[in-house]
């Protein structure tokens, strides 16, 4: 499935790519099935979106289950809450490698923040695209990129990674999950993990900092034993014929939607992957915002 990124969104990535081409990049991606590129965001864009999650977080809404957290805050549907996470979404560093890995067409699947408070356990083992019921190895159908808006570090909670663990077979892991971890409450003892492993990482970095993993990379967000909260924003991207985790053309009603830019539109399901797939009565899905109306007037 691998596709190339074209010139123009190259170009624009390449302040962050230290010199390297881009194809070493991807040779790396490729064999660890992660990337680091630390404080791609200017700390005033940080301060930015934490003013933005502000409101949010203050809700204090913890997760319904073991999967999503029971001492976590999860806010979903970013992209109707301001334009700041538009941003982050569209950003040609993350864009040059999704669109490498998926094509022009790939969708946003998921837009989250991820707020771990002190005493946060381990998650359960997962991969992003393990929603495809497609025999492994195989391609990856996802590609998840983290920001750090916290330093991560190895005692907050860092989302911990396999490296390599990409090109596995259909293998199943100790600690990974199962149907019960989305309906289950357990109050689990940071002390107790049944997934530890010698040969998994921390995504430790700092603030405004991004990490870009496979979907087919497995990967849990870890516990949180230090004294502060530890925030990031993940978005998450698939190829255009995957459904998305999150019901975009719902999260987002089309009045939110017309403000977005062009390309935050396109993956957020207003665009086409070919010949026709996502179109609304034969006709182009974007054809029925009213900026593009207007535009085309």
Same mark, same amino acid.
């Given at each position: 499935?691998?596709?190339?990124?074209?010139?123009?969104?190259?170009?624009?990535?390449?302040?962050?790519?230290?010199?390297?081409?881009?194809?070493?990049?991807?040779?790396?991606?490729?064999?660890?099935?992660?990337?680091?590129?630390?404080?791609?965001?200017?700390?005033?864009?940080?301060?930015?979106?934490?003013?933005?999650?502000?409101?949010?977080?203050?809700? /204090?809404?913890?997760?319904?289950?073991?999967?999503?957290?029971?001492?976590t805050n999860r806010?979903?549907?970013?992209?109707?809450?301001?334009?700041?996470?538009?941003?982050?979404?569209?950003?040609?560093?993350? @864009?040059?490698?999704?669109?490498?890995?998926?094509?022009?067409?790939?969708?946003?699947?998921?837009?989250?923040?991820?707020?771990?408070? !002190?005493?946060?356990?381990?998650?359960?083992?997962?991969?992003?695209?393990?929603?495809?019921?497609?025999?492994?190895?195989? !391609?990856?159908?996802?590609?998840?990129?983290?920001?750090?808006?916290?330093?991560?570090?190895?005692?907050?909670?860092?989302?911990?990674?396999?490296?390599?663990?990409?090109?596995?077979?259909?293998?199943?892991?100790?600690?990974?999950?199962?149907?019960?971890?989305?309906?289950?409450?357990?109050?689990?003892?940071?002390?107790?993990?049944?997934?530890?492993?010698? /040969?998994?990482?921390?995504?430790?970095?700092?603030?405004?900092? @991004?990490?870009?993993?496979?979907?087919?990379?497995?990967?849990?967000?870890?516990?949180?034993?230090?004294?502060?909260?530890?925030?990031?924003?993940?978005?998450?991207?698939?190829?255009?014929?995957?459904?998305?985790?999150?019901?975009?053309?719902?999260?987002? !009603?089309?009045?939110?939607?017309?403000?977005?830019?062009?390309?935050?539109?396109?993956?957020?399901?207003?665009?086409?992957?070919p010949p026709f797939?996502?179109?609304? /009565?034969?006709?182009?899905?974007?054809? @029925?915002?009213?900026?593009?109306?207007?535009?085309?007037?």
């Open positions: 499935m691998t596709q190339s990124a074209s010139p123009d969104l190259l170009l624009q990535a390449s302040p962050w790519l230290q010199g390297r081409a881009f194809e070493d990049w991807r040779d790396e991606f490729d064999a660890r099935g992660f990337l680091i590129f630390e404080r791609v965001l200017t700390p005033e864009k940080v301060v930015a979106i934490r003013a933005a999650l502000a409101p949010y977080l203050e809700r /204090d809404l913890k997760g319904r289950n073991d999967f999503e957290g029971l001492s806010v979903y549907g970013l992209l109707a809450k301001s334009p700041v996470f538009a941003e982050l979404v569209i950003h040609p560093l993350v @864009l040059a490698f999704v669109e490498a890995e998926l094509g022009p067409s790939c969708l946003l699947s998921s837009c989250l923040a991820i707020n771990l408070h !002190p005493g946060e356990t381990v998650q359960p083992w997962h991969t992003d695209d393990g929603g495809a019921r497609m025999p492994r190895p195989r !391609p990856a159908l996802g590609v998840s990129t983290f920001w750090a808006i916290d330093d991560t570090t190895e005692t907050n909670g860092s989302t911990e990674i396999i490296p390599g663990s990409h090109l596995w077979d259909e293998r199943r892991i100790e600690g990974a999950t199962t149907p019960a971890d989305f309906s289950m409450r357990s109050a689990l003892d940071q002390d107790h993990d049944p997934g530890h492993r010698v /040969d998994a990482m921390k995504l430790a970095m700092p603030s405004g900092s @991004l990490a870009i993993t496979k979907g087919t990379l497995w990967h849990r967000g870890g516990s949180n034993r230090s004294d502060r909260p530890r925030l990031i924003i993940t978005p998450q991207y698939c190829a255009g014929w995957v459904r998305q985790l999150e019901n975009m053309c719902l999260a987002i !009603p089309p009045e939110a939607a017309e403000t977005l830019p062009e390309r935050a539109r396109e993956l957020i399901g207003y665009s086409i992957h797939m996502g179109h609304v /009565d034969g006709v182009h899905p974007k054809r @029925l915002l009213r900026a593009e109306a207007a535009s085309s007037r």
